[in-house]
Every structure is written in C-alpha cells, then in structure tokens.
C-alpha cells in the first residue's frame, strides 16, 4: 500500500500473520521508503526495542499501551520534516547505511555488532577529527 499511497506515518506490528515486522521495516527502509514507522507489539523486552529501532523504525510501543499515548507518538512522527531522510555516509572507501545499519568497504558488505556500528558511525559522521585537538573539560 506504500507503493501506492502517501501516508503521513505508519503503524506497523512486529508480529504480522504472514510476515515479520522487523523485517517488513528493513527492506522499507532499503527500498528507500521514509515515512515515519511507529511499531507496535507485546514483544516488549530491551532486545526486541533494540531490534526494531535498528529496523528503521522511527518510534517502538509496547503493548498494552494507552490510546492516548499513541496518538500522541503519532502526532509527533508527523509533525517531522518530510523532506528529513538519513543519508548515506561515505568517508573514503566506507559508505555506512544508518536506515538499514548496513556498512560496505567497495562492494563488500561487512557485518558488525550495534556496538561496532555505532563507534563507526559516530567516527564517519565526523572524519578527520583529532582526539588531541579536543578541548580540555
């Protein structure tokens, strides 16, 4: 339905009858689709948040949750600016994906951990810079 319709924010269960919303998020966000993503599921643990934002969601909701609640998430997911997309980031022969938290050296992907991945995109988003040239707190 994305395909065909512009909508202003998406409501997306990870545990779909026929598909896995985690993955349902990952290949939207690879297939360039940036309509803000609210899931919503009972699988509620750390690692299933974790999980989920690293899809590409935009915001996670354990359920149960308070209606109320919901619109208000939703309310804020809309109000972002549309034209606000993540970027590729690509310092020298490394290009780093944040939606799909996919990295490549060339053509070869390469798999890291969340950790590692976040180390190598803050050090991306900011290349060249010298921890000695830090100002002393």
Do not use: N
Request: hydrophobic content about 45%; aromatic content about 6%; glycine content about 8%.
């Amino acid at each position: 339905m994305l395909a065909d319709t512009a909508y202003d924010v998406v409501v997306l269960d990870a545990m779909l009858p026929d598909a896995d919303g985690f993955v349902t998020c990952r290949q939207l966000r690879s297939s360039g689709e940036w309509t803000p993503i609210i899931m919503v599921t009972a699988r509620d643990g750390v690692d299933d948040r974790i999980r989920g934002l690293d899809a590409g969601a935009d915001d996670y909701l354990s359920k149960p949750f308070a209606f109320g609640e919901l619109l208000a998430r939703l309310r804020a997911l809309a109000r972002r600016d549309p034209g606000e997309r993540p970027v590729i980031i690509t310092v020298g022969a490394l290009r780093l994906d944040p939606a799909s938290a996919q990295v490549w050296r060339g053509e070869h992907e390469i798999r890291l951990s969340t950790r590692e991945f976040a180390l190598l995109e803050a050090f991306m988003r900011s290349p060249g810079q010298d921890s000695q040239s830090q100002p002393a707190a």
